[in-house]
């Protein structure tokens, strides 16, 4: 029921910029945190930002300043843009939301800044 779509991912030099987005949908999407992860190989999953259901938004500090996340309640999609990416931002890409302490995932977009 269910359902978290990521896209936008691709292959971008260091300096530039991609736009992801999540299409939510099997969510009562404005009463829902949402959140950008992202994983390396070999790394753990971490949280890259993360917004409420009243747009208050959190970043990792690796990210302030270059990403920002939104989201659009009438379409139910959040959008991650990144700016000035840099190789260390390379990784699977994970929209995520936490119900009732379950958490959904999509099913991950890459992302590969070359140098």
């Known amino acids: 029921q269910v359902q978290l779509v990521e896209s936008g991912g691709g292959l971008v030099q260091a300096g530039g910029s991609l736009r992801l987005s999540c299409a939510a949908s099997?969510?009562?999407?404005?009463?829902?945190?949402m959140g950008w992860y992202r994983q390396a190989p070999g790394k753990q999953r971490e949280l890259v930002a993360s917004?409420?259901?009243?747009?208050?938004?959190n970043y990792a500090d690796s990210v302030k300043g270059r990403f920002t996340i939104s989201r659009d309640n009438a379409v139910n999609t959040v959008v991650l843009q990144m700016d000035s990416l840099k190789p260390e931002d390379t990784a699977v890409y994970y929209c995520?939301?936490?119900?009732?302490?379950?958490?959904?995932w999509g099913q991950g977009t890459q992302v590969t800044v070359s140098s």
């Open positions: 099997g969510i009562i999407f404005s009463t829902e945190s």
């Open positions: 917004i409420t259901s009243g747009s208050g938004t």
């Open positions: 995520n939301f936490n119900h009732w302490g379950y958490d959904y």
